[in-house]
């Protein structure tokens, strides 16, 4: 098994199921000295998360561990972009608890600063802190992203149609 710290979009539990099926919830968790930016340049050319290094304990992103199995990892380093935007490092992150544990994450590489995040991510990743019970304050930052309007429409309904009911207001 792989423990797996997700900060983004696949927070959500639904669409990380759609990508690594074993996945099963660890806990909520901390990374201190990263940021958390929307500058990773995905393939629909939009703005994607990214856990941006800082080295300043002050600074942090929360997000979600999930215990994967190794097949679910190699099928989710091909829906991330593994060597093709994203890389991936081992950090230290630290539980609810206190616990500290270390896990496996993905740190963008194709980076432009100017891109903004599809409303239909942002809604990923927004969902994906309120199921786990992130903090407040860092919801409310996450919900303080701007974002741009897919041009796509039918990808955007596709996306959340993981949740069911699909909010047009996002």
Request: a neutral charge.
């Amino acid at each position: 098994m792989v423990l797996y710290f997700s900060y983004g979009s696949n927070m959500a539990t639904s669409r990380l199921e759609r990508r690594a099926p074993s996945a099963r919830t660890v806990g909520v968790a901390r990374l201190p000295g990263h940021r958390l930016r929307f500058h990773k340049r995905g393939q629909d050319a939009s703005g994607k998360c990214d856990v941006e290094w800082t080295a300043d304990d002050g600074d942090v992103v929360f997000g979600v561990v999930f215990e994967i199995t190794e097949e679910d990892k190699v099928e989710l380093d091909k829906h991330e972009g593994l060597h093709a935007g994203y890389e991936e490092k081992i950090v230290s992150i630290h539980l609810a608890g206190g616990a500290e544990l270390r896990a496996v994450t993905y740190y963008a590489t194709a980076i432009d600063r100017k891109l903004k995040p599809f409303a239909w991510y942002r809604e990923h990743v927004v969902r994906g802190a309120l199921e786990h019970g992130l903090p407040a304050q860092y919801v409310r930052t996450l919900l303080a992203v701007e974002t741009v309007a897919d041009p796509d429409p039918s990808r955007h309904a596709r996306e959340l149609s993981v949740y069911g009911r699909v909010r047009t207001d996002v």
